[in-house]
């Protein structure tokens, strides 16, 4: 009798499993009847780089973004007819129009107004700085509620990171603020714990001695030579900012255990920077399982990336 | 008063070597045999006499006492180390560099320590495999089988405690990731995984208490529940091999353990000894670059027996992949004696020559299956997205659970209608597709996960 009940729990939970994928991805009726937005409006796809992990990420930004929509909340709408899934990855270049503490509006080319959720501004402005009238190069994903930034590229080329490629806010400290990457490859580290207060970040001035796959090897201004460790290797890597013997670096970090821990490095000649830990002190590359819903593992323990 | 003689033999080496070995050396007749195994503190977890069919090497192969060898390996080699081993962050290291550059044969005592446990961890795995399959769990061994699975949990704890010890990248990352398993059990995961960390990450604090676990506490429950083990062997007797048409190999007379048994194993413990000395001498245990809490490598694995698990993770929920999917498989392997059992089938190498066909059915089906399961995962079936109205747990935990149960079930009737099969001889197929299954995505974990734990062809592998 058990073996027959216990069969029919299985059976009927692949049935409701079928019945709701079914539901799920029927194309919405209403936006079937209605016709795709202006083309030349919409910011273009890019891949689903971003993926389910995206949506957790963007929930936790959204916390800072939701009384920001105001006008482009209808364009935003509009824009749900022409962007099939959630979590899709967009870029777009854009005229910024007025800039909030959280996000920013925008104008896309076409003159179409757009809210674009930043994250918190202190996080960015430390990158950059932006102003009403530039016009910028923004990569991010839409998640169905709202457009959220992952990077701003300025026209003179200064780079401001704010998520990663998961759609993992930088500024939250790793693993421990994110939901999950759907597709996230990022491996390990990250710890969920503050590992410097802000008064002992320190600024060193330094050449490239040499640059290898854990690091850069560096002399600094005042003669010292130090080995750095920027951590899983893809993750500063995949920040594509080439480094050279005789390159002069600003570095911005902090000692912990008689180690200095990187946090960013500034390539002064390009402007160009690797970030590599959060304003705590915390490892970036820190990311949680693909699974999602069990975020803030955090530690350098992450275990499934996939 | 008349002086009575003593009569201890004139030479006092003589009564020395008499007051420690009480029977005579060589023993002459049967009757000297036998009471050398009952008078001796080691022999006599022997029977004084054993059932002739029970020698035959390919029915055991000798793999509980391999293991109790590699446990005198481990306990002898580990002693050693301790001597030149510091358990702490600072030290821990630069004493592994100095025992494989400084102490005299210490990369050998570390070589034969690494390898004898890995060894054992195979080993005993094995062990439990023969007993399963020779049916040797049956009344009145059951409790017995469960302390077997006992100790195969203590072996690997063992293992995996001593994984950190040398503090290099390997074995810091490798626990690093290899504990976080036990975040994902609900409430208690969090604050066990801390307790046993001494922290909410692998520390110095990590390092002794795992020192701890490895060197006292660990070896002490496996002593006390191996004697257990052993006891009950002794007093349920040695299951006895038959062929597969239930006839005996032989007749099924009584020989004396000496030397008939106790020469075998002399013999086999001298083979393996030598082996396990010559692979170490050979073959170095690992050593990496000193752990760098600040530097994962990319791909971070767990030890190669966690690697199952881990490949578990990436294609279910958490919950599901490191809790409820293997507390199910533990729970029914304890179970398994106690399951009703075709008496006619013990003895007999996978119950029956029927159950030997359907066992090789049962490899292939799960050589094949796992991995097309897993690329079906990897490549086309994306749950999360697929049901993305569902929470993440139901969506890629329990749907995928179910869709694994029900393929199990399937693949039970199955095998039971097309080879009209025994009850006993079906589970043990559906046993056989699990252990594949498991032995399968410990290989794809181990061997074909790339950086960010991408799947590797195998072409990609050997490039």
């Known amino acids: ?306 | 008063m008349t002086a009575e003689l003593d009569p201890r033999p004139e030479a006092l080496p003589q009564r020395v070597w008499d007051s420690v070995q009480r029977d005579q050396l060589p023993p002459v007749d049967d009757r000297d045999r036998m009471r050398l195994v009952m008078n001796n503190l080691v022999l006599h977890i022997h029977p004084s006499k054993v059932s002739k069919p029970t020698l035959r090497f390919t029915y055991t192969w000798g793999l509980g006492g391999l293991s109790l060898l590699l446990i005198a390996i481990l306990a002898g080699t580990g002693v050693l180390l301790m001597f030149a081993y510091t358990p702490s962050p600072d030290q821990a290291y630069s004493d592994m560099l100095a025992l494989q550059s400084t102490v005299w044969y210490g990369q050998l005592l570390r070589n034969l320590h690494h390898w004898s446990g890995n060894l054992l961890v195979v080993v005993t795995f094995l062990h439990l495999l023969r007993v399963f399959f020779t049916g040797g769990f049956r009344t009145p061994r059951e409790f017995n089988w469960v302390l077997g699975v006992a100790m195969l949990l203590l072996v690997v704890a063992a293992n995996f405690t001593g994984y950190l010890l040398p503090w290099d990248q390997l074995a810091y990352w490798a626990v690093t990731v290899g504990s976080s398993l036990m975040s994902y059990v609900p409430l208690v995961g969090e604050p066990l995984r801390n307790f046993l960390l001494g922290g909410p990450e692998v520390s110095g604090a990590t390092l002794t208490n795992f020192y701890g676990l490895h060197v006292a506490i660990i070896p002490l429950t496996l002593l006390g529940i191996a004697s257990f083990h052993i006891w009950r062997v002794r007093k349920d007797t040695l299951s006895i091999p038959h062929n597969v048409d239930g006839s005996l190999p032989e007749p099924n007379t009584k020989v004396t353990t000496v030397p008939h048994l106790v020469s075998r194993e002399f013999v086999f413990a001298l083979v393996m000894t030598g082996l396990i000395l010559m692979w170490s001498v050979w073959v170095n245990a690992p050593l990496e670059e000193a752990a760098n809490p600040d530097h994962s490598p990319n791909p971070a694995k767990a030890a190669w027996y966690f690697m199952g698990l881990q490949e578990l993770l990436l294609h279910f929920h958490p919950t599901f992949g490191a809790i409820v999917i293997p507390v199910l498989a533990l729970v029914a392997l304890a179970l398994i004696p106690y399951q009703r059992f075709d008496l006619s089938a013990e003895g007999i190498w996978f119950r029956s020559r029927r159950g030997r066909q359907m066992a090789v059915v049962a490899v292939i089906a799960g050589l094949v299956l796992t991995p097309a399961l897993v690329l079906l995962d990897e490549y086309w079936l994306d749950l999360p997205e697929l049901l993305p109205s569902l929470p993440t747990i139901i969506a890629n935990g329990w749907v995928p659970l179910a869709a694994l149960l029900l393929g199990l079930l399937g693949f039970y009737e199955i095998m039971r209608r097309a080879f009209r099969a025994t009850a006993c001889e079906t589970r043990q197929s559906l046993f056989i597709l699990l252990v594949v299954g498991f032995v399968v995505l410990t290989v794809i974990g181990v061997a074909f996960r790339g950086e960010g734990m991408a799947l590797m062809w195998p072409w990609e592998v050997l490039s």
């Open chain 1, 1 to 306: 009798m058990w073996k027959k009940a216990i069969v029919a729990v299985l059976v009927l939970t692949i049935a409701a499993a079928v019945v709701v994928a079914v539901i799920d991805n029927l194309p919405s009726a209403s936006a079937a009847d209605q016709p795709v937005a202006e083309a030349t409006a919409v910011p273009t796809a890019t891949g689903n780089r971003f993926g389910a992990g995206g949506q957790a990420a963007g929930q936790a930004a959204g916390q800072h973004g939701q009384d920001n929509q105001g006008s482009g909340a209808a364009v935003q709408q509009e824009l749900n007819q022409s962007v099939d899934n959630v979590g899709e990855a967009w870029s777009a270049a854009v005229t910024v129009a007025e800039l909030g503490d959280v996000g920013m509006h925008v104008t896309l080319e076409d003159g179409t107004p757009l809210y674009i959720e930043l994250g918190p501004s202190f996080f960015w402005q430390e990158q950059g700085t932006l102003e009403p009238g530039d016009i910028v190069t923004v990569d991010g994903f839409y998640n169905g509620d709202q457009y959220h930034a992952a990077s701003i590229t300025k026209a003179d080329g200064t780079l401001l990171a704010l998520r990663s490629e998961t759609g993992q806010p930088l500024w939250s400290g790793g693993a421990s603020n994110a939901g999950g990457a759907q597709h996230g490859d990022q491996a390990n580290g990250g710890t969920g714990e503050v590992q410097v207060a802000p008064e002992d970040w320190v600024t060193l001035d330094a050449t490239v001695l040499t640059v290898n796959r854990n690091g850069l090897t560096i002399e600094s201004a005042d003669g010292e030579t130090l080995a750095l460790s920027f951590g899983k290797a893809s993750f500063w890597q995949e920040q594509a900012v080439q480094f050279a013997a005789g390159d002069a670096v600003t570095i911005q970090g902090f000692w912990q255990d008689g180690q200095f821990q990187t946090g960013q490095v500034t390539k002064v000649a390009t402007g160009e920077r690797i970030l590599l830990r959060d304003p705590n002190g915390r490892p970036l590359w820190g990311g949680p399982g693909r699974q999602g819903g069990n975020g803030g593992q955090g530690g350098h323990s992450a275990p499934v990336t996939g």
